[in-house]
């Protein structure tokens, strides 16, 4: 599917909502660019201002269907309002015509508990931020049951949380591939392995002045947790490096220490080995799905099978908390 804007630039969002419907995007065109191709599928917004409101128009073609709904805002509505309002749209119109109702709604970000704890702040607890979720974000029913308890759970947690202190969060923008429906700001390493010394030698300076500004100014380390990107997919040689270094000013009595190893085509036993050296207590292997057949047509190059073994290895090698 082609996404097209003209008079507004709401791409990532609009994206990440096409993207739940598991739509693959072939190109992004602004301002009502023209452009020939063979996918004569489209899902065109334009914004028009003028001086009483903001005009919304959204059209999707998709299966030689074609939906158009038209919507306005006042003039002085913000970027976020906008935004919302032509994701609802879209997402409306992909529901009817595909069928397809994606349990998490509206929701395309990585932290639906931040969401949720958010919307109880603004109504006064769970059972009304709850309805919020199923009327204003289309989240299915065992999503909201789901997102409830793990935000319960979560805001346990941060009270237990000192005022001044602070979590940290390293990032390895690199994948082995880049799966189809990622959003993520990340790099193929195959095609950027040149990148990746230099990258981790300017990252490891950063997190050195980093610690040492949040020292200044009297915050103390809670957790740490290194993500991505798949920081599993540096060499084994390469991620001792970055370990060795974080451990000569990083405390080794954390809360919490977590290394995202995500795709397990990445996890070896001798990685599992460097990072329970350096006092790893918590990682994250992603399967992403069960089915062989989804991840080959997600772009994801490995197995059911192969998490489970990666799964099993950390387990045996003491990870208890994955």
């Given amino acids: 599917m082609r996404i ?7 791409i990532y969002e609009i994206e990440n909502t096409v993207r739940s419907f598991g739509i693959k995007i072939s190109d992004i065109l602004y301002d009502g660019a023209v452009k020939k191709s063979e996918d ?3 899902c065109y917004s334009r914004l028009v201002k003028n001086s009483k409101r903001n005009l919304l128009l959204i059209a999707i073609k998709i299966r030689g269907s074609i939906k158009i709904i038209k919507t306005s805002l006042c003039r002085d509505a913000e970027k976020k309002e906008i935004e ?4 609802e749209a879209i997402f409306n119109i992909l529901t009817e015509l595909t069928g397809i109702s994606p349990a998490w709604g509206l929701l395309t970000g990585v932290r639906p508990v931040k969401l949720m ?5 603004e109504v006064g607890g769970f059972e009304g931020a709850e309805k919020v979720l199923k009327t204003k974000y289309k989240v299915s029913a065992k999503k909201i049951d789901l997102l409830s308890r793990v935000s319960r759970f979560a805001e346990g947690v941060s009270k237990r949380v000192e005022p001044m202190s602070y979590s940290l969060y390293i990032s390895i923008p690199f994948c082995p591939s880049r799966c189809n ?6 790099k193929e390493v195959k095609r950027d392995i040149g990148l990746l010394e230099t990258y981790i030698e300017r990252l490891i300076d ?3 002045l980093s610690l040492k500004i949040a020292e200044d100014i009297g915050l103390g380390l809670f957790s740490v947790y290194i993500g991505g990107g798949t920081p599993t997919v540096l060499s084994e040689n390469l991620l001792d490096r970055l370990m060795e270094e974080l451990s000569l000013f990083i405390p080794s009595d954390l809360a919490e220490f977590t290394v995202e190893a995500g795709r397990p085509d990445t996890l070896t036993r001798e990685k599992l080995k460097i990072l329970s050296r350096y006092t790893v207590n918590r990682i994250a292997i992603n399967p992403q799905t069960m089915s062989d057949e989804v991840l080959k047509n997600i772009g994801r190059n490995h197995t059911a099978n192969d998490f489970v073994e990666a799964f099993t290895a950390a387990r045996e090698m003491g990870f208890s908390n994955i």
């Fill in 4 to 10: 097209i804007l003209k008079g507004h630039k709401h």
């Fill in 40 to 42: 004569d599928s489209f």
């Fill in 84 to 87: 919302f309002s032509f994701c």
């Fill in 117 to 121: 704890l958010a919307v109880c702040d």
């Fill in 181 to 186: 429906y990622c959003s993520f700001i990340s």
């Fill in 206 to 208: 950063e997190v050195r």
